[in-house]
């Protein structure tokens, strides 16, 4: 059983990124009695028209805590039970393919990649400071919308909760320079 992760407002909530459709299945509903044959399950999503079937499929469109209301009903006994299921729709985060460094002080256009390790050993290395770093995004696809900006930053491995520098660039702008100081 899943368990809701966030919360909204009135209460636990599903966190979901907005791409991702949501699954409902209603089908092991029963009736007063404990029947399954006399129930029928209804799905009302804010702001939206009322789906009748026991496997609801869904996507949100909006962000921010938005609900399903469920309704069994028991067509025998004419009475009906409801049940907001809330969700916190997020904003979900873009996929890349790569990420490429580059050190252009070094005219070096060959970097360090997801899939490769280059270092570089070249004995000048240590005579630069602030050392020069670029880095390449490839091909970033947002499957909720499209890209407004990217926010790059860098931190040290054994303090990531301090972000050493942040750099904002337009959706389009697929690189970045640092400049990273020895001292830092």
Do not use: H
């Amino acid at each position: 059983m899943l368990l809701p992760t966030d919360t909204c407002p009135e209460g636990p909530a599903y966190s979901i990124p907005r791409y991702q459709p949501i699954n409902i299945d209603s089908s092991k509903s029963v009736d007063v009695k404990g029947q399954r044959s006399n129930v029928k399950t209804m799905f009302k999503p804010q702001n939206d028209d009322v789906y009748t079937t026991t496997q609801f499929r869904y996507k949100f469109g909006e962000l921010g805590c938005q609900f399903v209301e469920m309704i069994v009903e028991d067509k025998e006994e004419l009475s009906a039970d409801k049940k907001k299921i809330w969700f916190k729709v997020k904003n979900g985060l873009p996929k890349l393919n790569t990420i490429y460094l580059s050190f252009p002080q070094y005219s070096n256009d060959v970097g360090i990649g997801f899939f490769q390790y280059n270092p570089i050993k070249d004995p000048n290395f240590e005579q630069f400071d602030p050392l020069v770093i670029r880095v390449n995004i490839d091909s970033p696809v947002d499957l909720d919308g499209s890209i407004s900006y990217i926010a790059w930053y860098y931190y040290k491995p054994e303090d990531p909760d301090r972000l050493l520098d942040i750099k904002v660039t337009p959706g389009g702008s697929n690189s970045v320079n640092f400049a990273l100081s020895r001292e830092a």
